[in-house]
């Protein structure tokens, strides 16, 4: 898991029981462990090895856990002077400011 500092699969007792959690101000918009991950993250490793050389610090992206805003009933979207933030055991938190586009 990546966040203020990357942590290896030794610094966390059960990764996958994990919950990530999202807020827009105070409200909780995503929070999801890893166990429902379609794909174990070891054989998309192995995959995405057959296809592409993987350097000691390589990020594998695999996408947005349930509850992301577009495929909401009632989409929840950051609106200037939100802050989002994104908390993970072990990791802390990291947010951003949200800003009126110009």
Do not use: H
Request: proline residues 8%; negative net charge; contains cysteine.
């Amino acid at each position: 898991m990546i966040g203020l500092w990357i942590l290896t699969r030794d610094d966390f007792s059960d990764f996958r029981a994990d919950a990530p959690e999202m807020r827009i101000g105070d409200a909780v918009v995503q929070t999801i462990c890893l166990e429902p991950m379609i794909f174990d993250v070891p054989p998309l490793i192995a995959f995405c090895s057959i296809w592409t050389q993987l350097p000691l610090g390589d990020e594998i992206a695999t996408g947005t856990p349930v509850g992301a805003s577009a495929f909401r009933q009632s989409p929840i979207w950051p609106k200037a002077g939100n802050t989002v933030a994104v908390t993970a055991k072990g990791l802390g938190s990291s947010g951003n400011s949200v800003i009126a586009e110009r």
